[in-house]
């Protein structure tokens, strides 16, 4: 059973440039959400997605959006980069449900630098 | 608006000591607990989750946690160490409710758990 995977791994782009960063869930899961870490610091909620669209979203600039797909995959966007977006990007995956809680698994994660 | 604190920002240990990592969080309401542990080199996975009923939780690989709602906490705990243990580890919370709509996290900032062999 395939957990949630993301890539690219690693990224380098300078001030300015645009970033794609691409998440597939895991098997059975329709629910992505994107959260910042930054060093140091706990992962932070930009925004979740589900029937393709963006459902809640965290305190970031219209400069991330991201996009889901109809396989649930999903893309986070980044324009306009600057040296504070540096962080590691993580997905996470749920299924949406009645529960009072759908659990939330993690993927590894894509560590973007800015320079 | 709801925040997560964690006392404990790096913490070191001997094998075999006893560990306890503080939570705080602020929200009113009902709140859904959680305590998430990252390994070394691998991805963020759940250890242990607090929604309801007994306040004392039980989770993998011997830790525990109490949610004490007069003192807005949820302490992690284990008995004795290994130097397995040595990860980061994170609070958080998010709001009650029903379904996906509700599955926003706010973590706390962390703690670097080193134990020494």
């Known amino acids: 059973d395939a957990g949630v995977t993301q890539s690219p791994t690693h990224l380098i782009k300078t001030r300015g440039q645009q970033v794609t960063l691409r998440c597939s869930p895991k098997s059975g899961h329709d629910t992505v959400s994107w959260y910042q870490q930054a060093l140091g610091q706990g992962p932070q909620f930009i925004f979740q997605?589900?029937?393709?669209?963006?459902?809640q979203r965290g305190n970031f600039p219209d400069r991330f959006s991201g996009h889901q797909f109809p396989n649930y995959s999903s893309e986070l966007n980044v324009n306009a980069l600057l040296l504070g977006d540096s962080a590691l990007y993580l997905c996470?995956?749920?299924?949406?449900?009645?529960?009072?809680?759908?659990?939330?698994?993690f993927g590894p994660g894509t560590r973007l630098t800015v320079l | 608006a709801q925040s997560v604190s964690q006392h404990n920002h790096h913490v070191i240990l001997s094998e075999a000591a006893s560990l306890e990592l503080g939570c705080n969080y602020s929200y009113g309401g009902t709140v859904n607990l959680f305590w998430y542990v990252q390994y070394p080199g691998q991805h963020l996975q759940l250890l242990l989750k607090?929604?309801?009923?007994?306040?004392l939780v039980k989770g993998i690989k011997g830790f525990e946690a109490e949610f004490i709602k007069s003192k807005f906490s949820f302490n992690l705990r284990k008995p004795s160490v290994q130097w397995s243990d040595t990860a980061e580890y994170f609070c958080a919370v998010n709001a009650g409710g029903y379904g996906g709509a509700t599955n926003k996290l706010i973590f706390g900032t962390g703690t670097l758990l080193a134990v020494q062999p």
């Open positions: 997605y589900y029937e393709e669209e963006e459902r």
């Open positions: 607090y929604f309801s009923g007994d306040p």
């Open positions: 996470a995956s749920s299924l949406e449900g009645l529960a009072v809680y759908n659990e939330q698994f």
